[in-house]
């Protein structure tokens, strides 16, 4: 018989899918990702940042950002390298198909590049999940994982057109970290696939940061996870995701409702501006084409700082020579 996930739709689960969609249709006629690079990018370093936080790498948002720009950055050489394969990674989606196990393997060795031994296989040895020497979950025994692999994307594969893929994201989510297939990068890869499989339903989730929800939410991702080990079924685990996809939405349609009541000067401001990127007053003139720091000051640095869109480097020095301007 072909392996069927055990979970139940629950109430709360049908009023959060709901919920979901009705939220992605007023982002659809609200916001245009297609036109703001700067925040499509700005958002998926957001999620490498979160989703690797997640794992204990230390590197700050802006050094995270650095690494993906290029920059020079002072910190351990194989969490500048996880960065690396993280954006790789993240950059692959949507051109890889999300029911392919081999697709999946292939993103793993992405994902760990010099700094896993089996990037790209299955793990040979037992792992379990450690609470400091105390062990809380022991995963299935290696020489099944292969084959409970191919069981999850074979499910996946048939029910794509019978389960709601808000739904079979999670189960995935959930039914991955269970089967604990790799010696590392599992988390990572449960989170890359979740938001690969919503973007192949809705393009927009490319761009939509679900890590940094997650993370925010750290104690109760893995608290869901450990109920629903004991349970025996995800369907703690799909109504923790579709609450926390709820949120970030909400989220979403806040900023768009706040960007609707901004002036043409300030919306202009913020299309030359990249998120977390100091600029110096003669860089904004230069982008916007204008002469008078008087007309920059006053239509559109001074409306932006004070509806908390631009701030400061230097606050408490407005006129100093070495102030900075940063988009937040």
């Keep these: 018989m072909s392996y069927i996930p055990p979970y139940q739709i629950t109430d709360k689960i049908l009023l959060l899918v709901a919920e979901i969609s009705e939220k992605i249709g007023k982002i659809t006629e609200r916001t245009n990702l297609d036109s703001k690079p700067h925040l499509r990018k700005n958002n998926k370093i957001k999620s490498i940042h979160s989703s690797l936080k997640i794992e204990a790498n230390s590197l700050s948002f ?60 299955f793990r040979k040895g037992e792992e379990g999940v450690f609470s400091g020497d105390k062990c809380i979950f022991m995963a299935p025994p290696a020489r099944f994982v292969p084959e409970q692999m191919q069981n999850l994307f074979d499910w996946m594969k048939n029910s794509k057109d019978k389960v709601h893929p808000l739904i079979l994201a999670a189960v995935f989510h959930y039914e ?34 679900i890590e940094s929800q997650i993370e925010k939410f750290q104690d109760g991702y893995y608290n869901a996870i450990a109920r629903c080990h004991t349970d025996g079924a995800s369907t703690v685990f799909i109504e923790f995701m579709l609450t926390q996809i709820s949120a970030v939405l909400d989220e979403i349609l806040h900023n768009a409702g706040a960007s609707s009541d901004l002036s043409e000067y300030v919306k202009k401001l913020l299309s030359v501006m990249e998120y977390d990127t100091p ?50």
Excluded: C
């Excluded at 790789?88 to 029911?99: Q, S, V």
């Excluded at 697709?103 to 896993?116: C, E, P, S």
């Excluded at 297939?181 to 599992?186: A, E, I, K, L, R």
């Design 279 to 328: 600029y110096t007053s003669n860089a904004i003139l230069n982008l916007l084409a204008l002469k008078s720091k008087e007309t920059l000051r006053k239509n559109y640095l001074g409306p932006a700082i004070e509806k908390g869109l631009v701030k400061m480097t230097l606050p408490d020095k407005p006129n100093s020579r070495n102030q900075r301007y940063i988009k937040l």
């Design 176 to 209: 991955f970290v269970f089967i604990h297939p790799f010696s590392d990068g599992n988390g990572r890869m449960a989170r890359l696939w979740h938001t690969a499989i919503l973007t192949a339903w809705k393009p927009m989730f490319e761009f939509i940061p």
């Design 62 to 121: 802006d050094e995270v950002k650095d690494v993906i720009y290029g920059r020079t950055v002072i910190g351990k050489h194989k969490e500048i390298q996880e960065v690396k394969n993280a954006y790789a990674a993240y950059e692959e989606i949507g051109k890889f198909d999300i029911y392919n196990l081999d697709d999946f393997r292939r993103l793993h060795g992405i994902m760990t590049k010099y700094i896993v031994d089996e990037s790209g296989n």
